[in-house]
């Protein structure tokens, strides 16, 4: 018996992998080939029969800072003489708080739109609102490029301190994460959420103080913003490419608190209730 | 499990189906909004009417079998596969699958009509759990095998849903998964395709590794095809045994 086995089992294995079993990743190892898949078809789609293709990557935010900085500039320009350059205070702010809105409002929608695949393939679902936020990202990579050409043009090059927008960007994005996934799992069960969160952004947009400086809040509600999240990574970055300062101490254990809490809080609800998604999609 | 099939009585169970029931919640599924389930929750109606969709089902599938599910529309058949497939948990028993599934994915599922062929097929790769490489390596040998070589760079929603057909065929039968679902997804191509694909299924099932799941409600197909099959009416299992006792025996029931 014991020499037959020994036999067989080499020639065994010899015939599994020419029948190709190493055609597939481990279970475990699987997420990250989908994730490139996935980010690489949205930016495929977005860019589908346009002259300019990726250019328009850096050529939309580039056009967007422009008018912004034209209207707003006017507008809210003298408020704050602390502030170096009003249209860079404007085009920053705006870039990191597109990355939030655009990563939760497509992750919302996110599981929803896989339900389709969800009731056949067994894959990992916090791969579709992660996946969202990682397009999302990639994104705001390419206005970056159009921020620092800004920054060129009106003579405001970055300094050594821009090297903070990496850890910026990354609690930013750990932040976007977590909230997507709690928006795209309440999203299966309640629908309503999608409509709701179009309107919490707008007020959302509106009470952090992007076009506008802080100072011209009432004083109780500047003592309110250091309570929203949005703000504190927008003077994160702004301290990083504009002020050329150290974000405090404050500062930054306001931005990663924001952020393990989003995540922890995204990931649990998530886990929770992802095995009765499919009952709902 | 009865004295059916000897040749694969004693080889190893790929799938296990042990006292699966499931249970769906009929009330609280309709809710789809806040304010409808802020009603019923002040009205005492939350989990109202239980529906059993699968009634203590047990069956076992081992490798190499070709095992078809039969049964009429809306008997638990989908819900069994479902189940099988990983993607939706039983309420009460288990189901233990060892190995790689591969289901046939349709048109909006795992394609983007927007996409070129030649993008779909790795997109449906990746979320399959391809390799990026054996991708790379096997890419001809599956536009061989669906035959488009002239669409590659058209994008799909220009396809026929028989062209989308071939495409989830091929891939997901390029290599040997331990178990292939074949549902009605198939139906769609033609039949010289159909007829090339049951070849393909026929090689897979002869090479002993890999085990064919047959969904369907035609018969046909699961007669030809199949060693034994499990009959599920109305969440019951009806019969379990050789194919073609069951099949016979669905056929007199449809009658």
Redesign the interface.
């Given at each position: 018996m014991e020499p037959e086995r020994t036999a067989d089992k080499p020639e065994a294995i010899a015939r599994?992998t020419i029948?190709?079993?190493?055609?597939?990743?481990p279970?475990n190892q699987?997420d990250g080939?989908?994730l490139?898949?996935?980010v690489t078809?949205d930016f495929?789609?977005k860019y589908?029969r346009s002259a300019l293709g990726v250019a328009w990557s850096v050529l939309n935010p580039l056009l967007m800072m422009i008018i912004m900085a034209a209207v707003f500039s006017r507008l809210m320009g003298r408020a704050d003489d602390s502030i170096p350059n009003f249209p860079l205070y404007i085009i920053i702010g705006n870039t990191a708080f597109n990355l939030m809105s655009d990563s939760t409002s497509r992750g919302l929608m996110s599981i929803i739109e896989a339900s389709?695949?969800?009731?056949?393939?067994?894959?990992n679902r916090w791969v579709f609102p992660v996946q969202k936020v990682l397009f999302a990202v990639v994104n705001y990579a390419f206005s970056l490029i159009a921020v620092v050409l800004v920054m060129i043009f009106v003579q405001y090059a970055p300094s050594v301190y821009a090297l903070y927008v990496i850890p910026g960007l990354f609690m930013l994005s750990v932040f976007c994460i977590g909230l997507s996934l709690f928006l795209s799992c309440a999203a299966v069960?309640?629908?309503?959420v999608i409509h709701l969160w179009s309107v919490f952004l707008t007020a959302w947009t509106y009470l952090t103080p992007m076009f506008y400086s802080i100072k011209i809040l009432p004083e109780w509600l500047q003592t309110l913003e250091s309570f929203n999240p949005m703000y504190l990574y927008l003077t994160y970055l702004r301290d990083a490419l504009l002020f050329r300062v150290n974000p405090s101490l404050e500062l930054t254990l306001g931005c990663a608190g924001f952020a393990v809490a989003s995540l922890v809080i995204g990931y649990l609800v998530f886990r929770r209730h992802e095995?009765k998604f499919?009952?709902?999609i | 499990m009865g004295g059916q099939a000897k040749v694969f009585s004693e080889r190893e169970s790929v799938i296990v189906a042990d006292d699966v029931t499931m249970i769906?919640n009929i009330a609280s599924?309709r809710?789809?909004?806040?304010?409808e389930?802020f009603i019923a929750f002040m009205r005492h109606e939350l989990r109202f009417k239980e529906f059993r969709a699968l009634k203590n089902i047990s069956f076992e599938v081992k490798r190499g079998e070709a095992f078809g599910l039969v049964g009429t529309n809306g008997s638990g058949k989908s819900t069994m596969l479902?189940i099988i497939?990983?993607?939706?948990?039983a309420s009460l028993g288990t189901c233990t699958v060892k190995g790689?599934?591969a289901?046939l994915?349709?048109l909006?599922?795992?394609f983007?009509p927007?996409?070129t062929a030649r993008?779909n097929i790795?997109?449906n790769g990746?979320?399959?759990?391809?390799?990026?490489e054996?991708i790379d390596e096997?890419f001809n040998d599956i536009v061989d095998f669906a035959e488009l070589w002239d669409f590659m760079d058209m994008p799909l929603k220009n396809y026929s849903s028989g062209m989308v057909a071939r495409i989830a065929f091929a891939i997901a039968t390029?290599?040997?998964p331990d178990i292939l679902i074949v549902d009605e997804t198939l139906s769609v191509g033609d039949f010289l395709f159909q007829q090339k694909c049951e070849r393909r299924i026929n090689e897979l099932i002869e090479?002993d590794?890999v085990t064919v799941l047959l969904v369907s409600h035609s018969i046909d197909l699961v007669e030809r095809m199949c060693d034994r099959a499990a009959w599920i009416e109305k969440g019951d299992l009806k019969m379990l045994g050789p194919c073609a006792e069951v099949c016979e025996a669905y056929k007199h029931y449809q009658k």
């Amino acid at each position: 018996m014991e020499p037959e086995r020994t036999a067989d089992k080499p020639e065994a294995i010899a015939r599994a992998t020419i029948s190709g079993k190493d055609a597939w990743y481990p279970e475990n190892q699987r997420d990250g080939f989908i994730l490139r898949q996935l980010v690489t078809k949205d930016f495929k789609l977005k860019y589908r029969r346009s002259a300019l293709g990726v250019a328009w990557s850096v050529l939309n935010p580039l056009l967007m800072m422009i008018i912004m900085a034209a209207v707003f500039s006017r507008l809210m320009g003298r408020a704050d003489d602390s502030i170096p350059n009003f249209p860079l205070y404007i085009i920053i702010g705006n870039t990191a708080f597109n990355l939030m809105s655009d990563s939760t409002s497509r992750g919302l929608m996110s599981i929803i739109e896989a339900s389709s695949l969800l009731k056949k393939v067994k894959i990992n679902r916090w791969v579709f609102p992660v996946q969202k936020v990682l397009f999302a990202v990639v994104n705001y990579a390419f206005s970056l490029i159009a921020v620092v050409l800004v920054m060129i043009f009106v003579q405001y090059a970055p300094s050594v301190y821009a090297l903070y927008v990496i850890p910026g960007l990354f609690m930013l994005s750990v932040f976007c994460i977590g909230l997507s996934l709690f928006l795209s799992c309440a999203a299966v069960f309640f629908r309503d959420v999608i409509h709701l969160w179009s309107v919490f952004l707008t007020a959302w947009t509106y009470l952090t103080p992007m076009f506008y400086s802080i100072k011209i809040l009432p004083e109780w509600l500047q003592t309110l913003e250091s309570f929203n999240p949005m703000y504190l990574y927008l003077t994160y970055l702004r301290d990083a490419l504009l002020f050329r300062v150290n974000p405090s101490l404050e500062l930054t254990l306001g931005c990663a608190g924001f952020a393990v809490a989003s995540l922890v809080i995204g990931y649990l609800v998530f886990r929770r209730h992802e095995s009765k998604f499919i009952l709902y999609i | 499990m009865g004295g059916q099939a000897k040749v694969f009585s004693e080889r190893e169970s790929v799938i296990v189906a042990d006292d699966v029931t499931m249970i769906f919640n009929i009330a609280s599924e309709r809710f789809n909004s806040l304010k409808e389930y802020f009603i019923a929750f002040m009205r005492h109606e939350l989990r109202f009417k239980e529906f059993r969709a699968l009634k203590n089902i047990s069956f076992e599938v081992k490798r190499g079998e070709a095992f078809g599910l039969v049964g009429t529309n809306g008997s638990g058949k989908s819900t069994m596969l479902k189940i099988i497939a990983g993607v939706l948990d039983a309420s009460l028993g288990t189901c233990t699958v060892k190995g790689t599934i591969a289901p046939l994915i349709e048109l909006g599922a795992g394609f983007d009509p927007e996409l070129t062929a030649r993008e779909n097929i790795y997109l449906n790769g990746a979320l399959l759990g391809y390799r990026k490489e054996f991708i790379d390596e096997h890419f001809n040998d599956i536009v061989d095998f669906a035959e488009l070589w002239d669409f590659m760079d058209m994008p799909l929603k220009n396809y026929s849903s028989g062209m989308v057909a071939r495409i989830a065929f091929a891939i997901a039968t390029i290599t040997e998964p331990d178990i292939l679902i074949v549902d009605e997804t198939l139906s769609v191509g033609d039949f010289l395709f159909q007829q090339k694909c049951e070849r393909r299924i026929n090689e897979l099932i002869e090479s002993d590794n890999v085990t064919v799941l047959l969904v369907s409600h035609s018969i046909d197909l699961v007669e030809r095809m199949c060693d034994r099959a499990a009959w599920i009416e109305k969440g019951d299992l009806k019969m379990l045994g050789p194919c073609a006792e069951v099949c016979e025996a669905y056929k007199h029931y449809q009658k």
